[in-house]
């Protein structure tokens, strides 16, 4: 049974910076491609970031471009994405899922996710 879970969620004032984690297990880690989600209040889920397999192509949507790094550790079964320079707008519940911006939605498999809010 695939499982996905996120953490390291929390609140942190604007500018600041999150790491999250995304622990996988019930498939071969390696041989996937991964993706961040997010769903923002009232909004429908967004694709932010991939990490492919093998060398780890990475990437972005424009409105996290140069201020995400998404990153895998094949040995530990865990993806990463660090966050900094954050907004307000920022806010939302974060996701990983199977696949990559091209699949996502095809293969519909993705964590209960970790809230992020960003405020003063």
Known sequence: Q?????SGGGLVQPGGSLRLSCAASGFTFSNVALSWLRQGPGKGLEWISEILTGGGSTYYADSVKGRFT?????AKNTMYL????????????YHCA???????????????????????
């Open 82 to 93: 660090q966050m900094s320079s954050l907004k307000p707008e920022n806010t939302a519940v």
């Open 2 to 6: 695939v499982q996905l879970v996120e």
């Open 70 to 74: 998404i990153s895998r550790d094949d």
């Open 98 to 120: 199977l696949g990559s911006a091209a699949t996502w939605t095809v293969l519909r498999t993705w964590g209960q996710g970790t809230q992020v809010t960003v405020s003063a």
